[in-house]
């Protein structure tokens, strides 16, 4: 059974935005507070944002000002709004609870110089 579905990534130029979201089953969703992740190619997956279940949030800081972690508890969703994007945040994002348990299959984000 599918727990976290991410999507919305792909290809885009440096400056440019995505936003990505990520379908939780209630079980995991309600009430925890939800996380997004990523991994480069070679690299460890990483930290990059987290939301509070009464939504306070916080970020690495690399991407602070620049992307932006909300959820909505009545669609079990959490997104995560990327602006001014660069090179380096190419990588698989995966969403999953401060505490993560099994991933979904994540979504790519890639992003041209």
């Known amino acids: 059974q599918v727990q976290l579905v991410e999507s919305g990534g792909g290809l885009v130029q440096a400056g440019g935005s995505l936003r990505l979201s990520c379908a939780a089953s209630g079980r995991i969703f309600s009430g925890n507070a939800m996380a997004w992740y990523r991994q480069a190619p070679g690299k460890q997956r990483e930290f990059v944002a987290v939301?509070?279940?009464?939504?306070?949030?916080n970020y690495r800081n690399s991407v602070k000002g620049r992307f932006t972690i909300s959820r909505d508890n009545a669609k079990n969703t959490v997104y995560l709004q990327m602006n001014s994007l660069k090179p380096e945040d190419t990588a698989v994002y995966y969403c999953?609870?401060?505490?993560?348990?099994?991933w979904g299959q994540g979504t790519q984000v890639t992003v041209s110089s």
């Open positions: 999953n609870t401060d505490r993560p348990g099994p």
């Open positions: 939301i509070s279940s009464g939504g306070s949030t």
